[in-house]
């Protein structure tokens, strides 16, 4: 199979005969073909994702599809998300090395991506609802949201480099226009798509529609989110995007990246975590989950500093982009100078980043795309418990964020909202 056949969908059955010619599979696996073994394992909304093994090894093996696998061909997505996700793998990989897989081989006509096969790694949102708690994944994760956000912005690369980059991802227009729509607009009214918990969450979902004060404050992210072209984003930084053991972390999946707003990516994934620690309740079957809540908790707070101290460190030390140059401050004897537009920026990134985790909070619980932390607890008037506390607590930090001051300050609202006994 070259990059210059028509695009074909690849199946489990196929496979084989397409890819046994293919040098970096089979320098992976091996080339017996007949020794192959094929699963399609993708259980994401968008792509087919396949694990092949062979006798020396295994690998995935990704391929966008031209439309969005989890409504159907009713809803046509180009397959150049396949060539950003390429892009996107590399500058994080020179970014954060060792923080996502490696890349094999990218065939862009055939919209396809060997990379490496994590073992015995598991989704990090799967991990999270088994009630696992993994020690690393606050700094790993932090980590690679400062050197990645940093790095690719104009506070590191040079003008040049960072505008061509701009040029090349604003191309990924139907991926940003999913999350302008299911992320910032479609939770607030009857869009087509959505769906909610019904009818326990009528009430709540009519009340935050109505909410003018909550409506001015998504479209005032939405416009954050398209006009501030700050630094290659990852996209969509959930915990279904992150893959771990108890001792490694590595990000996947990075089709809507994009350049926008720092405080997007980190808004999304503690976002995740919060809705993580409001689903705990819905999963106490077999046994009670305060440890795993506390945990959650806690994660947020390491996720937030490591992030914080991070992203100082490379302002201090990496800082050679066109803003805030050192030739400013720095060589003029002025650091005070260097930490005070620094900590504006991060004040800018706190405070928007809280917005940004309040409306990824309303789009899993009101939208389209819902998020398995709720949709695995089968008792819907349980489920409904504790969506209705995740909406209320995302509601309030998108309206009240800029009275917000610190992680603990959010995480003690979120503990009183969780332990209400009415929603
Ligand atoms: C139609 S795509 C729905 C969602 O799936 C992806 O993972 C993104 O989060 C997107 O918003
Ligand atoms: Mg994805």
Redesign the pocket.
Known sequence: MTGKSPFEALSVETLAARLGANEALCSRIGKDTARWKVREVGD???NLVFIVEGATGAAVVKQALPY?R??GDSWPLPLKRSFFEYHALTRQEARAPGSVPAIYYFDEGQALIIMEYLSPHIILRRALIEGRQLPGIARDIGLFMARTLFRGSDLSMATKDRKADLALFADNVELCD??EN??FSDPYFDAKLNRHTSPQLDRIVAELRADRDLKVEAQRLKHIFAANAETLLHG?L?S?SIMVTDSETRMIDPE?AFYGPIAFDVGMLLANFWMAFFSQRGHEQSGKRDAMRAYLLDVTVETWSVFRSEFSHLWRTERTGMLYQKSLFEDQGDRLGAEQALDHMLQQVWTDMLGFAGVEVHRRILG??HNADFETIADADLRATCEAKALKFGRHIAVNRRQIHSIDEVNTLATLIEQENRI
Do not use: E
């Open positions: 994401g909304n968008l969005v989890l409504v999913i999350t299911l992320v969509d959930h279904g809507f389209l795309a």
